[in-house]
């Protein structure tokens, strides 16, 4: 079957460091790949995505890069902010698949000062 | 961006009783919406597909008679939780899909159910 594993949080970083969440994901196809975020109190948002092997998605600083090789999909930024603190879930959907999303367990983030 | 509205953001029941829990799109028409289930730690599970004017489909090991679910109109789903016990205790939260943006889902802020 399909799954995705992430990182365990929760991450704890100073404002400025370089974040890396990994995310590894095992499917029977040739899925597409994302990074939802989850802020405080709102429901889940669309990060950033990527349909093929090779493709880098990136938004708000945030980057990501589909590995097929590795089968990865970690997320990354140079320097974060303490507006940054949420959570962060690696997600996929293979084509056809009826356009259902197979999520990791969350990766929390927390930036401090 | 599209909006999608959860209600309400938490609930106590006492155990036995039923809990209706409401998705709306504020803003666009979702043929399609999905619920899904968190536990503590866990991923976010998927429950059921939400088909407008059709029965859901749900996943498998999902008791469709436990977990009823009506999508009445292009802008409305309900999700029914009878006769709750506290093992259905959980967070629950919904997404809409844009018609032309099939990949793409935008959530709720989810539901915190707690049965006593």
């Known amino acids: 079957g399909n799954s995705v594993t992430q990182m365990e949080g929760p991450v704890t970083l100073s404002e400025e460091a370089f974040l890396t969440i990994n995310c590894t994901y095992t499917a029977t196809g040739y899925p597409s790949l994302f990074w939802y975020v989850q802020y405080p109190g709102e429901g889940l948002q669309l990060l950033l995505k990527a349909t093929k092997a090779d493709d880098k998605g990136s938004n708000k600083g945030f980057e990501a890069t589909y590995r097929k090789e590795t089968t990865s999909f970690h997320l990354e930024k140079g320097s974060v902010q303490v507006s940054d603190s949420a959570v962060y879930f690696c997600a996929l959907t293979l084509t056809g698949g009826g356009n259902k999303l197979t999520f990791g367990t969350g990766t929390q983030l927390k930036v401090e000062l | 961006g599209a909006v999608v509205s959860q209600h309400p953001s938490r609930v106590i029941c006492k155990s036995g009783t039923s809990v209706k829990i409401e998705c709306r799109s504020l803003d666009f028409q979702a043929t399609t919406m999905f619920w899904y289930r968190q536990f503590p730690k866990k991923s976010l599970m998927l429950m059921a597909t939400?088909?407008?004017?059709?029965?859901?489909?749900?996943e498998q090991g999902v008791e469709k008679d436990k977990f009823l679910i009506n999508h009445a109109s292009l802008t409305l789903s309900t999700l029914t939780v009878t006769s709750a016990h506290p093992e259905d205790s959980s967070f629950y939260i919904c997404s809409a899909r844009l018609p032309d943006a099939k990949n793409i889902q935008y959530f709720g802020a989810g539901t915190r159910l707690s049965v006593l």
């Open positions: 939400s088909n407008e004017g059709s029965k859901a489909t749900y």
